[in-house]
């Protein structure tokens, strides 16, 4: 069992940043791959992004390639989403997610509202 735990978000004007951290415990963090999805009001659940488990490869949807950046710390057990350049299209819910065969597991999600 995965236990995350997500925090950071928040009400940001466009054009600003924030830092989305998801701290893992429970099983070995490192054996996980770990992504970053989101659900806006309305639509359905997409991947933003996601990391391998020793943070060798990364993927972004392409409305975020350039503005996120997700990275992870195995140490800490904990995955980031650094966001810039924020548009009021990013506003969704934030969810942490980790993987492995056989396994998925899903944050409580945080919300990021992006408004001036």
């Known amino acids: 069992q995965v236990q995350l735990v997500e925090s950071g978000g928040g009400l940001v004007q466009p054009g600003g940043s924030l830092r989305l951290s998801c701290a893992a415990s429970?099983?070995?963090?490192?054996?996980?791959?770990m992504g970053w999805f989101r659900q806006p009001p309305g639509k359905e659940r997409e991947l933003v992004a996601s990391?391998?488990?020793?943070?060798?490869?990364?993927y972004y949807a392409d409305s975020v390639k350039g503005r996120f950046t997700i990275s992870r710390d195995n140490a800490k057990n904990t995955v980031y989403l650094q966001m810039n350049s924020l548009k009021p299209e990013d506003t969704a819910v934030y969810y942490c997610?980790?993987?492995?065969?056989?396994?998925?597991?899903w944050g409580q999600g945080t919300q990021v509202t992006v408004s001036s």
């Open positions: 429970g099983r070995t963090f490192s054996r996980y791959a």
């Open positions: 990391i391998t488990w020793n943070g060798d490869s990364t």
């Open positions: 997610a980790a993987a492995a065969i056989g396994s998925f597991y």
